[in-house]
């Protein structure tokens, strides 16, 4: 089964500062996708970055970034110069059922971007 | 920009009750997913359809049953509701040529007393 871990249900950060979540996966498949998504108090789900399995170059997004170990099976997002408006859920995804479009998440990690 | 809009944003049901979520998307998008999201057990997939007039089972699809007459709606239905079916619901919707890519709704919460 494909399996999708976040270790840390909460954290909190200094505004400015950088903070790093972490998230482990399990599967069997050599070609993937992985995702984190954000989702504010205002529930709305919202796509922070991608990353494609094949490329070993982390991706990058503005302030958001990835460290994907691949052999690992390890996704962490790291979020630099953290601001008050990415206090969220943030939730690691990915394909599953051997399919590329069917998302399993991980149970969260709550962050709190303190003032 | 609508993108995926879902109605009603809440409701409240009384255990045995039915009622309909629906969920509309003008990106004229071939997939389209229904989640529903617990505390503290991120989002699972109940069910899910691949293109107009087909649907699939998902991680949890006991007790709700969907419909896709027309590609930009997607249906999930509760025939009789349950007081573990209080949650809060998710459509999510992809297209074709970037399937693992979805885009959410705002969400509709549920409470079945």
């Known amino acids: 089964a494909q399996t999708v871990t976040q270790s840390q249900p909460e954290m909190s950060v200094q505004e400015a500062e950088t903070v790093t979540l972490s998230c482990t996966y399990d599967t069997s498949e050599n070609n993937y996708y992985l995702f984190w998504y954000k989702q504010p108090p205002s529930r709305q789900m919202i796509l922070v970055i991608r990353q494609e399995a094949y490329k070993q170059q982390n991706a990058t997004e503005n302030r958001f970034s990835v460290n994907f170990q691949k052999a690992a099976k390890s996704f962490s997002l790291k979020i630099s110069d953290s601001q008050l408006g990415d206090t969220a859920m943030y939730f690691c995804a990915f394909p599953s059922g051997g399919s590329n479009y069917k998302l399993t998440f991980g149970k969260g990690t709550l962050l709190t971007v303190n003032p | 920009n609508a993108g995926v809009t879902q109605t009603p944003k809440f409701r409240v049901l009384k255990t045995g009750q039915s009622m309909t979520l629906l969920c509309a998307q003008d990106?004229?998008?071939?997939?389209m997913y229904w989640y529903r999201q617990d505390p503290g057990m991120g989002l699972r997939l109940i069910h899910y359809s691949v293109g107009e007039g087909t649907t699939a089972k998902g991680e949890v699809p006991d007790g709700y049953n969907v419909s896709r007459l027309k590609k930009q709606n997607f249906l999930l239905g509760l025939e009789s509701a349950a007081p573990s079916q209080t949650s809060v619901y998710f459509c999510a919707s992809s297209y074709l040529g970037q399937k693992n890519i979805q885009y959410f709704g705002a969400g509709t919460r549920l409470s079945v007393l």
């Open positions: 990106m004229n998008h071939e997939y």
